[in-house]
């Protein structure tokens, strides 16, 4: 019996598998096997990881459960992917999106046709699953910066532009409401949508000025009591609305563009106060975190933001305007950037909302140093 | 009879000018309006006006350029600009020149009359920089007394941007109250009001003198140690005012 391997020839195929199995877990990509119905024969943990499972969960199913785990349209999108391999061998990238709570992923996919001689192994499909997300979000932030830099060039000839015809249609409509002071209540109402809504275009163009001044910050070292302070100082700030300051630590420096950190305060405070409509409490903070970072908290008694919105408040310049919410939050999260640090919104809906401004550690140290 | 103010309205903006027009006038007063600043000029020297509400950006000649021409017609004029989007430096330079006072359009139309009432007074127009407000109430009171208007503002902010939307003669600051940070204040005021009366309350006054440096303070007319004499502090008002006028 000559085709028995010897016990040599045993050691080496058994070492062979290891170095196969090895490959195929150490890839950064995501690599799975799939036989013609689809069934996932081999399968490496990078792939199984997108979905937060081991990948003995994962091998033996079938793909399509993963696959619709997906955003939608994936299932289509891979059928149309095997159908291409199935006819030229191989495929071009296909771009799929998981979505979850916490984070999206996106993924770049290819496959190709793993050649067997055995009729029952034709139509396996080996694809690569390379997580591209980061590539994603530093484009879709060079679109962002580009898109802004035209913005801040057009908002002073647009100010100018929107500013003249606003004030006309403003006093017009205050000398219609004092001379109909009498009118009913309807035609009031009316009138006083006018005045209403523009104030709220000054405001939105007052944002697009802010913006266009917007430059590199001009670090100095800031108490941040003093900034809030100021921050408060630029907002209108109702009597109906009751300003609590909750700060119990003293001498808290940061290095910061007082100017542009104002602006992001007086924004915080202004779509609090419209989150409120005009009636209750905003709570001020200022404290260190257990890294040393400086934070600044503020909370308001609104209605909260619903969780679907949270992340889209501070992108209303792309495209997710979320009502309610003007351009300032936006320019709250470039101020932050510009400075090294961050705002975070969280909310439990019907609860109020709390924003945190938080600045890096780095940069308050090498300040007063 | 007394007859009513009368204001040049000047703006190239004709619509603007007819709702503003109805506005003045609802207010009490007389209004006019020029479409440009060679027609503003003209008409000063033809009739007579209690001050000018002028638009910054026109053709032509624009509203500081006019302002500064029209200083020479008619010194006593006071004059408030409007703008849409002007340049700060300019506006800057407008009020260092003596412009009443400059708005952003859309005005805010109470805060406009307010500073309108204010330029036709001819008492003294004081601002009262200070978080006291038993203090501020008080004074208010002894000021009117005296024919002064005055007003209070309770943090910086308000103080530069009120300086800015009205010509004050005095503004009595509080120099170490941490919501106002008088010096700091005082400092950014005088950038583009050359010509106030700075007076200045303080808890501690040799504290204070060392914070004004000393090319400013020749420019502080008085410092008052708290409590406050209120009877010198008018008597201050009233001498520094007459010898002015």
């Known amino acids: 019996m000559e085709n028995i391997p010897n016990l040599s020839e045993l050691e080496s195929t058994k070492k062979t598998v290891k170095f196969f199995e090895g490959l195929l877990r150490s890839t950064p990509n995501g690599i799975v096997v799939t036989d013609a119905s689809q069934n996932i024969v081999l399968v490496n943990g990078r792939f199984s990881s997108i979905f937060q499972q081991h990948w003995r969960d994962v091998i033996e199913t079938n793909l399509f459960v993963w696959l619709q785990q997906l955003d939608s349209g994936a299932v289509d999108l891979w059928t149309e992917l095997v159908a291409s391999v199935y006819r030229e061998g191989h495929c071009y990238d296909a771009n799929f999106k998981l979505t979850s709570t916490e984070r999206v992923t996106h993924l770049r996919v290819n496959a190709s046709l793993v050649e067997q001689e055995a009729v029952e192994d034709q139509g396996i499909i080996i694809s690569n699953w390379r997580d591209i997300t980061k590539q994603i979000e530093m484009e879709e932030q060079v679109a962002t910066s580009e898109s802004l830099a035209v913005l801040g060039k057009l908002s002073g000839s647009i100010a100018h532009e929107i500013r003249n015809p606003l004030a006309t249609i403003d006093i017009s409509a205050l000398n219609l409401k004092r001379k109909l002071k009498d009118a009913d209540e309807k035609t009031k109402?009316?009138?006083?949508?006018?005045?209403?809504?523009?104030?709220?275009?000054?405001?939105?163009?007052?944002?697009?000025?802010?913006?266009?001044?917007?430059?590199?910050?001009?670090?100095?070292?800031?108490?941040?009591?003093?900034?809030?302070?100021?921050?408060?100082?630029?907002?209108?700030?109702?009597?109906?609305?009751?300003?609590?300051?909750?700060?119990?630590?003293?001498?808290?420096?940061?290095?910061?563009?007082?100017?542009?950190?104002?602006?992001?305060?007086?924004?915080?405070?202004?779509?609090?106060?419209?989150?409120?409509?005009?009636?209750?409490?905003?709570?001020?903070?200022?404290?260190?975190?257990?890294?040393?970072?400086?934070?600044?908290?503020?909370?308001?008694?609104?209605?909260?933001?619903?969780?679907?919105?949270?992340?889209?408040?501070?992108?209303?310049?792309?495209?997710?305007?979320?009502?309610?919410?003007?351009?300032?939050?936006?320019?709250?999260?470039?101020?932050?950037?510009?400075?090294?640090?961050?705002?975070?919104?969280?909310?439990?809906?019907?609860?109020?909302?709390?924003?945190?401004?938080?600045?890096?550690?780095?940069?308050?140290?090498?300040?007063?140093? | 009879m007394k007859t009513n103010r009368r204001i040049l309205v000047v703006d190239?903006?004709?619509?603007?000018?007819?709702?503003?027009?109805?506005?003045?006038?609802?207010?009490?007063?007389?209004?006019?309006?020029?479409?440009?600043?060679?027609?503003?000029?003209?008409?000063?020297?033809?009739?007579?006006?209690?001050?000018?509400?002028?638009?910054?950006?026109?053709?032509?000649?624009?509203?500081v350029e006019t302002f500064q021409k029209l200083k020479k017609i008619s010194p006593n004029t006071p004059t408030i600009l409007m703008t849409a989007f002007a340049v700060e430096s300019r506006i800057k330079e407008a009020l260092r020149s003596g412009v009443f006072g400059a708005f952003q359009k859309p005005v805010d139309n109470e805060r406009l009359i307010c500073s309108i009432k204010k330029s036709l007074h001819s008492g003294a127009v004081i601002m009262i920089a200070d978080d006291d407000?038993?203090?501020?109430?008080?004074?208010?009171?002894?000021?009117?007394?005296?024919?002064?208007?005055?007003?209070?503002?309770?943090?910086?902010?308000?103080?530069?941007?009120?300086?800015?939307?009205?010509?004050?003669?005095?503004?009595?600051?509080?120099?170490?109250?941490?919501?106002?940070?008088?010096?700091?204040?005082?400092?950014?005021?005088?950038?583009?009001?050359?010509?106030?009366?700075?007076?200045?309350?303080?808890?501690?006054?040799?504290?204070?003198?060392?914070?004004?440096?000393?090319?400013?303070?020749?420019?502080?007319?008085?410092?008052?140690?708290?409590?406050?004499?209120?009877?010198?502090?008018?008597?201050?008002?009233?001498?520094?005012?007459?010898?002015?006028?």
């Open chain 1, 189 to 369: 109402s009316q009138i006083d949508r006018i005045i209403k809504q523009v104030k709220e275009t000054v405001d939105t163009i007052q944002s697009l000025q802010d913006l266009a001044k917007l430059k590199v910050p001009n670090k100095s070292r800031w108490d941040i009591s003093k900034i809030i302070r100021n921050g408060i100082g630029i907002s209108e700030i109702p009597e109906s609305i009751h300003l609590i300051n909750v700060m119990t630590e003293n001498e808290l420096f940061v290095n910061v563009d007082e100017k542009q950190i104002s602006i992001v305060i007086r924004n915080i405070l202004s779509n609090a106060i419209y989150a409120m409509e005009n009636q209750g409490t905003v709570w001020i903070n200022a404290y260190k975190d257990v890294d040393d970072n400086v934070n600044i908290s503020i909370k308001d008694s609104g209605l909260g933001i619903k969780a679907e919105n949270i992340y889209k408040i501070f992108e209303s310049f792309y495209g997710t305007k979320v009502k309610g919410f003007g351009y300032g939050l936006t320019i709250c999260k470039m101020i932050m950037e510009k400075h090294g640090g961050t705002i975070d919104a969280t909310s439990e809906e019907g609860e109020g909302a709390t924003f945190t401004l938080r600045f890096p550690y780095d940069a308050i140290e090498k300040q007063s140093a």
């Open chain 2, 12 to 63: 190239d903006n004709i619509d603007y000018c007819e709702g503003i027009i109805d506005f003045l006038e609802m207010e009490g007063f007389d209004a006019k309006a020029v479409h440009d600043g060679f027609k503003a000029l003209e008409t000063i020297e033809e009739e007579e006006f209690d001050m000018v509400l002028m638009d910054v950006r026109m053709p032509g000649m624009d509203g």
């Open chain 2, 133 to 245: 407000k038993e203090l501020c109430s008080y004074l208010l009171d002894r000021f009117a007394d005296k024919g002064y208007r005055g007003i209070v503002v309770r943090n910086q902010e308000t103080a530069v941007l009120m300086a800015s939307e009205k010509k004050f003669d005095f503004i009595i600051l509080n120099a170490n109250k941490k919501d106002i940070n008088g010096v700091e204040t005082y400092q950014k005021i005088r950038d583009f009001r050359p010509e106030v009366n700075i007076i200045i309350i303080t808890d501690n006054k040799k504290e204070t003198e060392n914070l004004i440096d000393q090319a400013s303070k020749k420019d502080v007319c008085a410092i008052f140690e708290k409590p406050l004499d209120i009877d010198t502090l008018i008597e201050a008002i009233q001498k520094t005012f007459d010898n002015r006028n």
